[in-house]
């Protein structure tokens, strides 16, 4: 059943969000995990980072996600989202950010979702397989 919520989930977010939508979307993720004191000046996409999944300039308020996101579920976007702006608020990865950030509810399961991306990207590729 989750399997099948997963799939479900990543077919209704193929659909790629722009960068005004993705500063809307982190609005209202800080209203409603931050009591909007997590205030992004700009969020958008970005295609230079391949070993983060996303990046912020507190001074600045500015986000990043980096591409490879696109098509993941929405939970996920949303949790890296949450991330980056609980970093607008704490520094630094210690209890008080992880403190902050367990206020977005599927934390654990995006986190479980991204660890499960990058452990199949190391697999081997077996020809054959898929197909293929």
Not at 23 to 40: C, V
Not at 76 to 84: F, G, K, P, T
Not at 127 to 132: D, F, K, S, V, Y
Request: with cysteine; glycine share 8%; proline share 5%.
């Amino acid at each position: 059943m989750t399997v099948m919520l997963d799939k479900l989930a990543a077919q209704e977010s193929r659909r790629v969000l722009g960068d005004t939508e993705l500063t809307e979307r982190a609005e209202r993720l800080s209203a409603q995990f931050f009591d909007g004191r997590a205030r992004p000046a700009s969020v958008r996409w970005v295609t230079n980072q391949n070993t983060r999944w996303g990046s912020c300039t507190p001074a600045e308020g500015s986000i990043r996600l980096s591409h490879r996101l696109q098509g993941m579920p929405e939970y996920v976007i949303d949790y890296v989202l949450c991330h980056e702006l609980a970093h607008l608020l704490v520094p630094g990865h210690g209890a008080d950010f992880w403190r902050l950030l367990d206020a977005y509810p599927r934390t654990e399961r995006a986190r479980g979702y991204l660890e499960g991306v990058v452990a199949a990207a190391r697999l081997p590729h077996v020809p054959g397989a898929r197909g293929e």
